[in-house]
């Protein structure tokens, strides 16, 4: 599994009612990718409520497209939900709040398994370059069980007292220097990470403008709150026919060393991770043929 298969990663409280008809694919058949949330999503004196909402929906979770990932609250959740009938059918974890200190915990309840895990950067090491050089380091020697670094936009901004407003991009607020910081820091060692939710709803303009943004800076993949940010997300995953054409001809066996294509210059030895990346992104996605993106009305009930 690749992280660019993910798309937008649907957020649903272990609580919510129609858990079942969602893991088998049936209530948002369009969904990618779900994560079933046990942490802040979830009030503590409702965690047992979404625990046994969980363990009922893997006991009845049918094989389906959906890569269904879980975020437990804690370890000792995350042990409960290890223990649960059904639980090899999720692809994987996506563990909150990791840092050098816990990751070993993580970890260790882990060991024995192959599951994948989604780390979320989401405390004040972020704003340590050494604490994220250590959890790096970490990271590297179960490089072939992450599958992507999740950067928690809100969690972030809560520790500087802030949260965003409408209309007002992550790159506009102190989390676009983060999300610099934090791309530098992994992405050249081979870590994806994916981008911080939009937490307004009804204002797809700003969405699409943050999408836009996320990939300049080499994110790939956004968590969704609602359905219907999902569409909006994935429909600006598609590769323009311009950079396909351009990655196809950077790829090509018989490629010149430097040569012009339109008005930009391409030269293989510099460009190829570029163009594969545009490959893939086309083998999921298709190519955008400039159809208008889709601004779905979905009842989230």
Known sequence: MQALELGASLYVPGTHAQLQAIVNGEKYPFLRSVILCTEDAVLPQHLPEALHNISQALKGMRESHLKVFIRPRNIPVLQTLLDMEGIEQVQGFVLPKVE??????????????????????????????????????????????????RIGGNDLLSLLNMRRSRGVSAYQTPLGALINQLVLQFKPYGFNLSAPVYDFTDDPETLIQETRMDLQSGLFGKTAIHPSQVPVIESLYRVSGVDLEMAQAILAPDAPAVFKLGDAMCEPATHSNWAHQMMDRFQVYGVDLGAPIPLLAVNNG
Do not use: C, Y
Request: net charge positive; charged share 20%.
């Open 100 to 149: 050098p200190q816990n990751l070993p915990l993580w970890m260790g309840t882990l060991k024995g398994t192959s599951f994948h895990i989604m780390p979320t950067l989401e405390t004040r090491i972020v704003f340590d370059r050494g604490a994220l050089d250590e959890l790096r380091s970490m990271l590297l020697a179960q490089q072939h069980r992450v599958l992507s670094l």
